[in-house]
């Protein structure tokens, strides 16, 4: 038996990913990085280098905090190999340099016992998913399913589009992980800076007709579709009120009750040099990661966001992740469930 199944957000947790930020660095600055993380600026003013070795040590004690609550409640972690992210590689075409392993959930896509490798957006995470490739064969020897996607080929024409809605030219299928939310046969994928459309109709192929995979267009292009959705539970979905209304909602998830998240507390900790760094969004604090229905790890400055989950009845874990405004990664992110319990469902109509 696969030990390989997970096929939607919430299902009891049994195994899962958690990232690595050791030797972690900046995306190179080039036009794939431009688009998907820094539109509004030059490429020159996109910061280089390695992260900061403090902020790297402060999160991987969170890290390590996080990890040991996890197998406190018997859940098996696995972490990534550290990687020399500042090795060059290239292609015919580029040159680039590593970004991090720090968010396994962006560059694999779990689906039932499919394991997939995605093509994603940046030149700097090209190779990122070797450093899983060791856990990778082992899930295969299990029995998974293990494939990639085609390898796009990311040339400087993929990126000449409008920056004000910055979304790759449909020329290759590129997409991140994290551009889609698994809802059991239901899939909302998000086109974004990191996700172009036909992304999206790849994914369908691969899957096929028992999948329906749901379009998400025009209303978000900053990344992922993580910090503005959260599927806590059949029947119940957390929304991003600065990004979603009733009007843009997507049409399946009418059939759910919605709640929205408050705002986002503790943002003003940071000074102007630190903003200036960080990839991360305002909101990256309501990326929460469900253990089961019932319970969910949330970032621990949110106390209003902690209260509405708790009026509905879910259990929380306060934690701290001091780094994931800089980093661009938070509970969701930063794993990636590699089985949870359940069957594989279709919640819609």
Known sequence: MSVVWSCNEWDQLEEVIVGNPLRARFPTADRSTQLAEFPDRSLEEIPQGPFPQKIIEETEEDLTAFVAVLEGLGITVKRPETWPHEAKFSTIHWESEGYYNYCPRDIM?????????TPNVMRSRALESLSYRTMMVDYLRS???WYSAPKPMLLDSLFEVDLKKPTPRNDEPAFDAANILRLGRDLIYLVSGTGNEIGGQWLQTILGDGFRVHFLKDVYYGSHIDSTFVALRPGLILCNPARINN????EILKQWE???????????RFDAGYLSKSIGSNWIDMNLLSISPNLVVVDQDQTALIKLLEKQGIDVIRLKLRHSKMLGGGFHCITLDIRRTGTLQRYFE
Not at 247 to 250: I, K, N, Q
């Open 109 to 117: 896509l779990v689906v039932g016992d499919h394991i997939i490798e």
């Open 143 to 145: 029995g998974a399913k």
């Open 247 to 250: 009007d843009t909602l997507p």
């Open 258 to 268: 919605v709640i929205y998240s408050p705002p986002m507390e503790s943002t003003d």
